[in-house]
Structure formats: structure tokens, C-alpha cells
């Protein structure tokens, strides 16, 4: 069974940083790209950046140049780095790994709220 536990948001200040983590059970992580997403309220969930299990990375526009997004196939985690934080990332982040048509391959986990605020 795939558990996907999220970790790491909390309020910051805009212009502040987070770093997020996503620890993977029951699963050869090693071999899956991995992404995280974000939905916001009354927002359909986005993905924001995925990285493939060679370490190519893709980012939404809108974080581009402020996100990064690693991982550790040792520890079966992936990260998201988020600087320079705005108002608008405010929302509650989940990493899934993505499938087609914009689907993923397992539940959801319980995420982790990001509130960006002043």
C-alpha cells in the first residue's frame, strides 16, 4: 500500500521561504517521476513541478525561478524548495507521482498547508 506524507508548510511572510518534504512508503520510488501540486480554495489542484527519476526537472510558470524541486532516492523523499513566497502560493501542497491526462498513480495523501501571509 502507497503512503504519501507530507511535511513542512506553515504561515510565512511574503518574500519568506519553505522547504517541503514528501516521504514515499510501499513503493520503488527510485523509478517514478515525482510531482508536487497544490490547491488552493475553490481551486482546481495544479501541478507545480515534477522531477523524472533522472533528475529532469518541469515547473508551472508561475513558480518558475522561485521553486525547486530534488529528491533523495535514498531516503524515498522528494523536496520542494520554495523561495520569495507571494501571497498566491498560499494553499495546501500534496506530491503524487503524475500519470496520464493529468491523473495521478496513488491516494492522496493529508498535504501540508502553506499559508503565505503578512
Known amino acids: 500500500q502507497v503512503q504519501l506524507v507530507e511535511s513542512g508548510g506553515e504561515l510565512v511572510q511574503p518574500g519568506g521561504s519553505l522547504r517541503l518534504s514528501c516521504a514515499a512508503s510501499g513503493i520503488i520510488f527510485s523509478i517514478y517521476t515525482m510531482g508536487w501540486y497544490r490547491q488552493a480554495p475553490e481551486k482546481q489542484r495544479e501541478l507545480v513541478a515534477g522531477?523524472?527519476?533522472?533528475?529532469?526537472?518541469h515547473f508551472e510558470d508561475s513558480v518558475k525561478g522561485r521553486f525547486t524541486i530534488s529528491r533523495d532516492n535514498a531516503k524515498n523523499t522528494v523536496y520542494l524548495q520554495m523561495n520569495n513566497l507571494k501571497p498566491e502560493d498560499t494553499a495546501v501542497y500534496y506530491c503524487?507521482?503524475?500519470?496520464?491526462?493529468?491523473?495521478?498513480?496513488?491516494?492522496w495523501g493529508q498535504g501540508t498547508q502553506v499559508t503565505v501571509s503578512s
Open positions: 522531477i523524472t527519476p533522472s533528475g529532469i526537472t
Open positions: 503524487n507521482a503524475p500519470g496520464v491526462d493529468q491523473a495521478v498513480l496513488w491516494s
